[in-house]
């Protein structure tokens, strides 16, 4: 008898569906890698303008300083420790010269000097740029965290040479005693990604440091 051979077909070019399986899976480890830098490298581009917006803020307040001989506060503020947490658009209407908010009519910078120059935010969620007056930070507000998204900035109007730490270590006002101070006229910071007032100095942007 002729023995049976039995035909062996060629493989249909293309995948198996478990090499396809395997192909997706490689591309979403890969695609996951490059979100997480991505997003790192982003983390880092929005530090490092914070970090260079808060020096900057001081550096125009002390040459308004020098320009003026007091800070740019309203009158009814001298003598004490002034702190923009929530809204710091009269500050920066007298640093840019602009004559709205407490500098209406020119009244705390009257010599029109620009001490301050600050990008226009962009998109609807304010960020990274002046809007309304209020200059926000790389990260914008929050919801539910009202103290969020704004550069923040303490004056010693008392001129006294010391202002207050915003980052003591401890409450303070519930412990008793007094938060440490910081000799320096004025300070400048953003509460960054957290978006929260802490006692501890965690992931925020400081001037002071």
Known sequence: MTPAFRVRHPRPPGFTVIELITVV????????????????????????????????????VDAYYTEYGHYPVRPDQEGS??????????????????????NSGDALNPRRVVFLEAPEA???L?????????WYDPWGPQPGKPESGI???????????????????????EGGGSAPMIHTGVIAWSLA???????????QIVSWK
């Open 193 to 203: 990604k957290g978006g929260l007032q802490t006692y501890q100095l965690l992931d």
């Open 81 to 102: 420790e002034v702190t923009f947490r929530t809204d710091n658009s009269d500050l920066f209407y007298a640093l840019r010269a602009v004559p709205k908010g407490a």
């Open 151 to 173: 550069y923040h900035v303490r004056i010693d109007a008392g001129y006294r040479g010391t202002v207050s730490d915003p980052y003591p270590g401890g409450d303070f006002d």
């Open 122 to 124: 962009k998109g609807s």
């Open 25 to 60: 899976a490689i591309l979403a480890v890969l695609a996951t890698l490059l979100l997480t830098a991505a997003g790192r490298a982003m983390e880092a581009a929005r530090r490092t303008q914070a970090a260079h917006d808060v020096r900057e803020i001081v550096e125009a």
């Open 126 to 134: 304010p960020r990274a740029g002046i809007a309304r007056g209020i």
